[in-house]
């Protein structure tokens, strides 16, 4: 038996040629060829389950099959397009050459909207999401990572449901590996009805499919191509904070009108097209935008298909920009050498950055890991704040009083460059304003890392953080 187990072992070492070749970052090249060598199969299991980019090979030969945006370049630019770009042409100088920045990084048009509104947490979210489908006269597109099967879940999908058989079209896109625990047996009624529904990349063992990596991370939902919703929040009992052992669920979700709407229908419909095979390209998805257009917003699209990395970058950049303060607001926190750099740099030429962190997540191991981090952080002047009231769930990102970004990434490895991820930054002062008396409202319920009393943490705290830092890439 141990002679087998041996075997196995130097067996899973036939791994290491095809890691070298994926050329992925030095950091965590190093950290998956550790865990190969130094943790007997399990590594190698979860370098086969979790390391492997075959999902980022398949989508870009698929996205050159099809493309939303594409597809839609034979429509004539509309009016509103034209207003857009007056309305940044009006922008300061400075403001408007970082919108052109992050376009160039992104890939993306500036884009805008009439309206937009921040859910401050599910008991916003779920009855203006509710609202909007049971309004809607042509179409609904739902995209989540996580629907449980609890009473929210089947709450939702009774609302499908009735949209469906009223005559609009709806779909509803959800990840494997965050919905998990749902059973597709609960969409009997809402497929019955004549409603459409994906895995965007099933875990299924049964069909050889044992690949948990490159997640859809993306929350977007679009209701007649006219109203998007984009935050963090998922669909459960536990974002309503009806779970007691999570306690408070604290989030964010942004509701957007105007064109933005259309931009980010072709997001929804490039990840469709990638799960089904089927195109969304019909005029009717895509309606012309009447109203004029009052803020300027800009898509920022992550993923493993998408090369510059633009979560990253996007983000950076919004820390280089700063000039009075960086306020970010993250379920976990694990950030690479860029973003940690930016964070540093930043805090030391005077701006006032402030991270907020939970505390209290579902992946304790990850506050660990986060730890790590904190000391050159607190040394450059970086204040750090651990929510532990509750589940904070919320991405957001201000820079001084008129940027904000709201989304679905984090500061980790895995927002960075394995999910696919999306944010939406917007220029306004009432909104950057509004999400920072929420922060303010959120400080008062952290407990603030103090330096000194950090530095002085028991030895066990500090192992523990340097044991599992290794394994920051893979996190």
Request: charged share 20%.
């Amino acid at each position: 038996m141990k002679t087998l187990l041996l075997v196995c072992y130097f067996a899973t070492w036939g791994f290491i040629p095809h890691l070298l070749l994926l050329k992925k970052r030095p950091a965590a090249t190093l950290a998956w060829l550790w865990a190969i060598v130094f943790i007997p199969l399990l590594g190698a299991f979860a370098y086969f389950a979790i390391g492997t980019d075959r999902l980022k090979r398949q989508r870009l030969k698929r996205r050159n099959l099809f493309s939303a945006r594409a597809s839609r370049q034979r429509v004539p630019a509309s009016t509103t397009d034209d207003a857009t770009t007056l309305l940044v042409q009006a922008l300061p100088r400075r403001d408007r050459q970082f919108l052109q920045l992050l376009s160039r990084i992104n890939q993306l048009p500036v884009s805008s909207v009439e309206s937009l509104r921040i859910l401050r947490n599910a008991r916003e979210f779920y009855p203006a999401l509710e609202m909007r489908i049971r309004e809607a006269v042509h179409h609904v597109h739902l995209e989540f990572y996580i629907w449980q099967g609890d009473k929210t879940g089947a709450r939702f999908l009774q609302l499908l449901t009735e949209a469906v058989r009223r005559g609009v079209i709806v779909r509803l896109l959800l990840d494997g590996v965050g919905s998990h625990g749902f059973a597709e047996n609960l969409l009997a009624e809402y497929k019955q009805a004549g409603g459409h529904f994906s895995w965007f990349q099933s875990l299924d063992p049964k069909r050889m499919r044992f690949f948990m990596n490159l997640r859809n991370h993306r929350k977007l939902q679009i209701i007649d191509g006219v109203v998007a919703f984009v935050g963090g929040m998922n669909i459960g009992c536990e974002h309503e904070g009806l779970d007691a052992a999570l306690g408070d669920w604290r989030d964010v979700q942004v509701e957007a009108t105007g064109s933005v709407a259309c931009e980010l229908q072709e997001v929804f419909a490039d990840d469709w097209f990638f799960a089904t095979g089927e195109k969304i390209s019909e005029p009717g998805f895509y309606p012309v935008h009447p109203g004029p257009p009052r803020q300027p917003v800009h898509i920022v699209l992550g993923g493993p298909d998408r090369r510059n990395e633009p979560i990253s970058k996007s983000l950076v950049s919004l820390l280089n920009e700063a000039s009075d303060r960086v306020w970010i607001a993250t379920g976990y926190f694990v950030p690479d050498d860029i973003v940690l750099t930016a964070l540093e740099l930043a805090a030391s030429r005077g701006v006032d950055v402030r991270l907020l962190i939970s505390a209290k997540t579902d992946h304790p191991w990850l506050v660990t890991v986060g730890r790590s981090y904190y000391g050159h952080l607190l040394a450059a002047g970086v204040r750090i704040f651990e929510y532990s009231a509750g589940i904070h769930h919320a991405k957001i990102a201000l820079a001084d009083a008129h940027w904000a970004m709201v989304g679905s990434a984090n500061l980790d490895y895995r927002s960075m460059r394995l999910n696919f991820e999306l944010n939406l930054l917007f220029h306004s002062r009432e909104r950057n304003g509004e999400l920072a008396r929420i922060l303010e409202q959120d400080f008062d319920h952290c407990q603030e890392i103090d330096p000194v009393v950090f530095s002085h943490r028991p030895f066990r705290q500090k192992f523990a953080e340097a044991a599992l830092r290794p394994l920051s890439p893979m996190l």
